[in-house]
Each structure stands twice: as structure tokens, then as C-alpha cells.
Nanobody, 113 residues
């Protein structure tokens, strides 16, 4: 079993920045990523990163968000710049292993206009 502990959410004005962190309880060899879910909407992929550092982003965040990973610390980060009110959501960390997918508890990001 893997525990994922997220931190870094909060309230920020439009145009501001936040950095999310997600620490895994053990080494993750698969892809790690961030998803988000706004009220009444489905949970969607924001960004993902493989162990070797290959990244993928949702079109809506390209150029504004950057995902990174520190394999030595079992941690994935999401740097969010130029935040918009439509980025408001609960952000969830995800980690993939060979047989399972793990989720963090979620951290709220609220962007005020």
C-alpha cells in the first residue's frame, strides 16, 4: 500500500501562483500525476510525469503549470502560475504502480477573481 500526502493548496488571487507537493510513502516506479475536480464536474488529468521525466499536460494548463518529480524524495510537484478562477478545484495526486493506482486525499485550490 502507498500513502500519498498532498500539501500546498490554498486561496490565491487570479494571476497568482501556488506550488503543490505530493509525498509518497515509498518509491514509485510508475507515472505520477495531478488531477483536479471542480464541483459538479468529473475528475480530469492536469499533468503527469514518468519516472524518467516525460511530461504531459492538459491543454488548459499548458504554459502555466509545470510538473516535476524528485525520485530520491518520492515526491511530485505542481508549480501553478498565472492562476485563473477556472482553476479552482480539489487537486488530487495520483501514483501508478504495476498493479494499482493510488490517490491522495486532495487539496483545495481556490482562485478569486
Amino acid at each position: 500500500q502507498v500513502q500519498l500526502v498532498e500539501s500546498g493548496g490554498g486561496l490565491v488571487q487570479a494571476g497568482g501562483s501556488l506550488r503543490l507537493s505530493c509525498a509518497a510513502s515509498r518509491n514509485i516506479f510508475g507515472t505520477m500525476g495531478w488531477y483536479r475536480q471542480a464541483p459538479g464536474k468529473q475528475r480530469d488529468l492536469v499533468a503527469s510525469i514518468t519516472r524518467s521525466g516525460s511530461t504531459d499536460y492538459a491543454d488548459s494548463v499548458k504554459g502555466r503549470f509545470t510538473i516535476s518529480r524528485d525520485n530520491a524524495k518520492n515526491t511530485v510537484y505542481l508549480q501553478m502560475n498565472s492562476l485563473k478562477p477556472e482553476d479552482t478545484a480539489v487537486y488530487y495526486c495520483n501514483a501508478q504502480s504495476a498493479f494499482s493506482a493510488y490517490w491522495g486525499q486532495g487539496t483545495q485550490v481556490t482562485v478569486s477573481s
